[in-house]
Antibody, heavy 118, light 110 residues
Framework: QVQLVESGGGLVTPGGSLRLSCAAS????????MTWIRQAPGKGLEWVSH????????YYSDSVKGRFTISRDNAKNSLYLQMNSLRAEDTAVYYC???????????WGQGTLVTVSS | QSALTQPASVSGSPGQSITISCTGT?????????VSWYQQRPGKAPELMIY???KRPSGVSNRFSGSKSGNTASLTISGLQAEDETDYYC??????????FGGGTKLTVL
């Protein structure tokens, strides 16, 4: 069965960096766009970034552009999110999700919490 | 990238039907038939309930249905049950090749 497992979250000070990972299994990872979505505590869902199957097409939300980098390693069935210059407003649960077409997600990971605080 | 507009809360009695609206613009909801609805229970990841405006994934109850008119999409839940009480989010593909979510709606079953 399809599984997405995020890791790498934790507590980081403002201005710091963190790298999130999403390990995929149960499907052909290289056949799917993948996406990061976040949810601040008590708030709604926010699309962060998505990446094409080969990694040659990438989009970011304005709120993270220039600070976050999405990437993937199809040989390792893994998705990544490198987060630099972190701010308090980046505090959220970060989910990876498998795109089934047109940024619609039938499978989500359980999420990993990132807390940016001094 | 302005969020889609959803009512903050809706409510209904068991057995009734409710509708949650999701209003966007001609650059997202009005432009594409790629509107999705997600159900999210506290502490859990969202679950896809409707995609491509009105399609239901396998395993989702046929009490859930979706539609769209102009820049507004809607999720209707018929035969309301206590287990339906939770949060719902819409999303839409956009002209910028990005995704926008609604602010979320809390459904209360009275």
């Amino acid at each position: 069965q399809v599984q997405l497992v995020e890791s790498g979250g934790g507590l980081v000070t403002p201005g710091g960096s963190l790298r999130l990972s999403c390990a995929a299994s149960g499907f052909s990872f290289s056949d799917h766009y993948m996406t990061w979505i976040r949810q601040a505590p008590g708030k709604g869902l926010e699309w962060v970034s998505h990446i094409s199957q080969s990694g040659n097409v990438i989009y970011y939300s304005d709120s993270v552009k220039g600070r976050f980098t999405i990437s993937r390693d199809n040989a390792k069935n893994s998705l990544y999110l490198q987060m630099n210059s972190l701010r308090a407003e980046d505090t959220a649960v970060y989910y990876c999700a498998r795109d089934q077409g047109w940024l619609q997600f039938g499978y989500w990971g359980q999420g990993t919490l990132v807390t940016v605080s001094s | 990238q302005s969020a889609l507009t959803q009512p903050a809360s809706v409510s209904g009695s068991p057995g009734q039907s409710i509708t949650i609206s999701c209003t966007g613009t001609s650059s997202d909801v009005g432009r594409y038939n790629h509107v999705s609805w997600y159900q999210q229970r506290p502490g859990k990841a969202p679950e896809l309930m409707i995609y491509d405006v009105s399609k239901r994934p396998s395993g989702v109850s046929n009490r859930f249905s979706g539609s769209k008119s102009g820049n507004t999409a809607s999720l209707t839940i018929s035969g309301l049950q206590a287990e339906d009480e939770t949060d719902y989010y819409c999303s839409s593909y956009t002209r910028s090749n990005t995704l926008v979510f609604g602010g979320g709606t809390k459904l209360t079953v009275l």
